[in-house]
């Protein structure tokens, strides 16, 4: 069936009178997320379990990735489309060789406004001590780090290797150290697996004096492996009524509109954490964002069964004006909304059925 395709809307950026490009719910192109490698370190079991992610388990060849130039040559194209904030993400964006480089290309972008693109990544921290101030040299601005808990049998259970808790600590130290506009540790919670860290996770990085914010997700039902079921969400609200009895909370002005993460500061002055309520309170309403997958697919949703693809165009040689057509026309015909839809549906039930990519390949 074709889609409808919405016309652009004019729109004040602040300061001239430009116009936005937007989908058919009138969602600006703000972000994009790119994975660069659909490998992993880890094999977190709610994300790439190892009876499916094994060692036969078939990961890309070298030669469908996209290099880090294809990367920078599409991005630069999302760019112009409206796109000022990239995050890289995978996979685990460190065991990308030389991922430096990428960042350093993809730091030079400015918006057709001229503001420079913010570049951001998402890690699982277990290499991040040696890379942290390489990062920040090459322009890396924000990073998020993902830890499950503070316990090496937590971290285990969930992140399914031998690797200690103190290695990602010291990831994180190590960035703390070279002085990122802000640093997130990401924390997924999964009823029954590590609830039991919501305090201990709070209490430490309330301590730790850095600014470092934590962030409480709700585990979510991506791709077709985790198993996933409502039983094992633990909502927003739960968390923040745990962390609330030992530390009183009181809510935050968003930093921006449209913030995944509602923000909560400690009353006694102790710093801030989010929750990010995918589930519970899902914000499909104001998702501005694109993903690239590794092999180079457009995909408009966490949850899209399928992406456009822009590697087979950008290696026959299409032009700057064709790639930003495909993309500009793809985000016209977006209507997704999978997390509304998934909360408007009875206990979710047949959503999450639905075969869906997964997210170690197109990055959370
Ligand atoms: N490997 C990196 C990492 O773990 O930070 C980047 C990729 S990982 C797919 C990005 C984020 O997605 C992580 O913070 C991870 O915890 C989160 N994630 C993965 N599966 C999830 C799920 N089922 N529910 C909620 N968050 C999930
Ligand atoms: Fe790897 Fe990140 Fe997925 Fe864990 S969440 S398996 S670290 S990609
Ligand atoms: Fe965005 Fe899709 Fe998530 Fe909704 S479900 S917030 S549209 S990525």
Known sequence: MPHPVSTPVQQHDGKSNREVLVDTLQRPLRDLRISVTDRCNLRCTYCMPREVFGKDHPFLPRAELLSFEEIARLAASFVALGVEKIRLTGGEPLLRRNVEQLVEALARLSTPSGKPVEVAMTTNGVLLAAKAQSLKDAGLARLAVSLDGLSDETFKRMSDTAVPVRT??????????????????????????????IIPMAAHFRADNSGTILRFIEYMDVGNTNGWCMDEVVTAAEILQTIAARYPLRPIEPNYGGEVAERWAYQD???????????????????????????????????????????????????????????????????????????????GAGLAEAKKVEMSFIGG
């Not at 600590?169 to 860290?197: C, P, S, T, Y």
């Not at 949850?303 to 500009?328: K, N, Q, V, Y």
């Open 168 to 197: 990602v600590l010291g990831g994180i130290e190590a960035a703390q150290r070279a002085g990122f506009d802000a640093i997130k540790v990401n924390m997924v919670v999964q009823r029954g697996v590590n609830d039991h860290e």
């Open 269 to 347: 002055g102790a710093g801030e954490i989010g929750v990010i309520a995918s589930i519970s309170r899902a914000f499909c309403h104001s998702c501005t964002r694109a993903r690239l997958s590794t092999d180079g697919k457009l995909f408009t949703c966490l949850f899209a069964g399928s992406g456009l693809d822009l590697r087979a165009p950008l290696r026959a040689g299409a032009s700057d004006t064709a790639l930003e057509e495909l993309i500009s026309s793809r985000w016209q015909q977006r209507r997704d909304r999978y997390s509304e839809l998934r909360s408007a549906a009875t206990e």
